[in-house]
């Protein structure tokens, strides 16, 4: 059974609703400002809820993709000859993915804006603000993996420092800006974790987003929504902390066995899995580069996305999926 897609208002196609068949095989999930991107492990797309901008109707052919992006109604998705297909709001030209769209490596969606990583590790950028406040600093290269936060980007480096840009960042990295392998960002805080398991967190805090609770180790991701902070644990477990009036710092249980999380507009969609992954400090750089570009950590048998928060998009699309 495919995706069931319902007019809504005269707009057209924009609420997509899909079989609880069609999420098996999920290896990563994108979340966006009310839809859900998930890459199934034959390399087609399975996307999502809100499709006022087209952001659920995945080009044809829908095959071959490696990585997905989204952010509030703008997806990208990355195949595996190294080309980037954009679709959805195009505003900006956020879906105006520069000549040549090749060599890409990773992919990430900012909303008005798209970030590409190549293969030489230098990043490109286009649609809002690329030629200035989301231009990346110089020098533009080396760079592993990226995060887009609420009007920042975050670049991890090679070498394990983290760079930040944007209208909206926490630029000041805490010292040592040294040993990072993941990172997040918020509307006014961001949060970099360690390759010894610790989380830092730096920016505002007066919802408690960057009080990191006892006993901060075993981390092995990081997530970041507007004002609430989530941390993986090597147990497969997750950790909130922030503001959680809406539920998002509400974990449903059972607490366990998840493997990747996507923050969206209002809801978070996590993936478990039933094969636990294996986690290491030797393996936490490499799991981290590949939750970032493909929204998930190394392959391996999953479950059905678990979805949560109290908007209204949260509650009818978790419902239609679960």
Not at 84 to 105: E, H, K, L, R, T
Not at 132 to 147: L, Y
Request: net charge neutral; aromatic share 8%.
């Amino acid at each position: 059974m495919g995706p069931e897609r319902r007019p809504y208002r005269g707009v057209g196609l924009s609420q997509v609703l899909v079989a609880p068949s069609e999420l098996d095989s999920l290896v990563a999930v994108s979340a966006g400002g009310s839809h859900t991107l998930g890459l199934k492990s034959d390399g087609s797309i399975v996307a999502w809820g809100g499709n006022s901008r087209g952001e659920c109707l995945v080009p044809a052919p829908n095959r071959d993709f490696v990585a997905v992006s989204a952010r509030s109604f703008h997806s990208l998705g990355l195949k595996a000859d190294g080309r980037i297909v954009a679709w959805g709001d195009n505003g900006s030209g956020q879906c105006n993915v520069p000549a040549p769209n090749a060599g890409f490596v990773g992919v990430w969606s900012g909303g008005s804006f798209g970030l590409g990583l190549k293969t030489d590790g230098s990043l490109v950028v286009w649609g809002d603000g690329a030629d200035g406040r989301f231009a990346v600093p110089e020098p533009n290269a080396n760079f592993d993996t990226v995060v887009t936060g609420e009007s920042c980007v975050m670049g991890l480096k090679a070498d394990g420092s983290l760079v930040v840009w944007g209208p909206n960042c926490q630029s000041l990295v805490p010292l040592p800006n040294a040993d990072f392998v993941d990172m997040a960002g918020g509307i006014y805080h961001c949060l970099g974790l360690k390759a010894d398991g610790s989380i830092v967190a730096w920016g505002a805090n007066d919802q408690g987003q960057c009080d990191v609770p006892a006993p901060n180790a075993d981390f092995v991701a990081v997530m970041a929504g507007g004002s609430y902070s989530l941390g993986l644990k090597s147990d497969g477990t997750l950790v909130a902390w922030g503001w959680s009036e809406e539920g998002l710092a509400d974990i449903p249980g059972p607490n366990r066995d998840f493997t990747a999380v996507s923050v969206g507009g209002g809801f978070c969609v996590g993936l478990k899995s039933t094969a636990r992954p294996c986690y290491g400090e030797a393996a936490v750089r490499a799991s981290a580069t590949c939750r970032r570009s493909t929204g998930t950590s190394p392959r391996s048998r999953r479950e059905r996305p678990s979805v949560w928060g109290s908007s209204p998009k949260a509650r009818s699309w978790s419902g239609a999926i679960t």
